[in-house]
């Protein structure tokens, strides 16, 4: 059984990926920054903030020496109210950045030596199809160029690491049903989460630094 890191699984998809694996047997490594959601909880819960380097560098310190074969890049936020390219809250825009560029690639840095100690270790990102160029749209703005913009670092960390074979994927959940895709969503968490589960499980070098959906079709980015 494999052991696997997931950031924001306390709610929302991070929750569900969590309890599929675990439900298969994997040992499952949780973080969060707020409350645990699970009723009842379970896995292993780890207190971890994305933006905050001091708390991802004592994150990686407690994880020391241990393989990881698989982590899922899924804390993130969406942004200010205000992030339209006329009328932009600059702040807030920092702040998405931050948590949803830097804070993947921060943690993922961090943990590169417990990747590297696994035999064919994999990295994903939970991106979404808004950061797409090919399809963007007007509004959303910051979080648009976040979604952009971790895309582009995770292809680049692709790179990177292909001579170790650790591989490396960009996924669109899909529009689900969570406290930020809302009730008004297409899709709910466990059908993101299985499909997730499946473009990660098919995963290899060959489809290494490329970004899919949850139902395994291919995005232009």
Known sequence: MATIVITGANRGIGLELARQYAADGHEVIRTMRGPDRADPPFGTTMALDVTDAASVEKFAAALDGRPIDLLINNAGISGPARQGATDMDFDGFAQVLDANVLGPLRVTQALLPNLRAAEKARVAVISSRMGSIALTQPGHVAYRASK???????????????????????????????DMGGPGADIDVTTSAQGLREVIAGLDEARSGRFFAYDGQEIPW
């Open 148 to 178: 952009a913009a971790v895309n582009m670092a995770f292809r680049c960390l692709a790179l990177d690491v292909a001579p170790e074979k650790i591989a490396v994927v960009m996924l669109h959940p899909g529009w689900v049903r969570t």
